[in-house]
């Protein structure tokens, strides 16, 4: 990975939009900094598009849409996204996503893991989700390590869901779909862009695991410094071209000062 000092002007000047992760991304130690949220201002304020896409629950992206300078959000790992048109807020579900009983068949896989793995703890933030399963492994103490957080995965793909490891949660649900495939239904939706296209004028700028999809996706995508550890111990399985120096909130906020200072030349 590049310093972020590395990103080109003459790519910044092209980019129309930015894509972030929320959890150690935009927070840091768990809140959002003023930093950070100033710097979701300022990337509105120089007219890009701005979209976080999280693992966080549907009940957060009505807020975070409706509230947050944002032009919409993705959660729950790409089950859904939220955006306002008019002043009325709008709901697009992926077309991959589980039927009705998902949170029926996910209650099984919490009983085993709960049952199976010694320590772990449903995340404060389920009940207001719609399509997934959160698992706390290191939200709130104790910090149950990235190897407790491997074995809850495994627990969700051998029963048959899919899942992902963030830097708080490991995340399972049944469907097809992850933070990119919706990233590109609300690219079309919202702006009638293919994604696939144009994803040299986007960046996305994330921390974990989870995150791996988009890294891969975007060409100019950067991570902040707290990455460091799930690539060092080989977590994640494909890593941006730039890294900021400072971690969280603080690192995005350098990341999106180097952008607007290019695109200033």
Known sequence: ML??????AEVARTIAGVFMDIDDTLTSEGKLTATAYTALWRLKAEGLRVVPVTGRPAGWC???????????VVGENGALAFYEVDGRLQRIEHPEVAGTDAQERLAKVRDRILAEVPGTRVAKDQPYRLYDLAVDFCEEPPDLGLETAEVIHGIFTRMGACAKISSIHVNGWFGDYDKLSMVKILAERLWQVDIADARDTYVFCGDS???????????????VANIKPFVEQ?????????????????????????LLRRRAG
């Open 3 to 8: 310093p972020a000092e590395k990103f080109p």
């Open 62 to 72: 009505d807020l975070i849409a409706r509230q947050w300078p944002v032009d919409g």
């Open 209 to 223: 695991p989870n995150d791996a999809p988009m890294f891969e996706f975007f060409p100019h995508a950067c991570a």
């Open 234 to 258: 080989n977590k994640i399985s494909h890593t941006p071209r730039y890294i900021t120096k400072a971690p969280g909130g603080e690192g995005f906020a350098e990341w999106v000062d180097i």
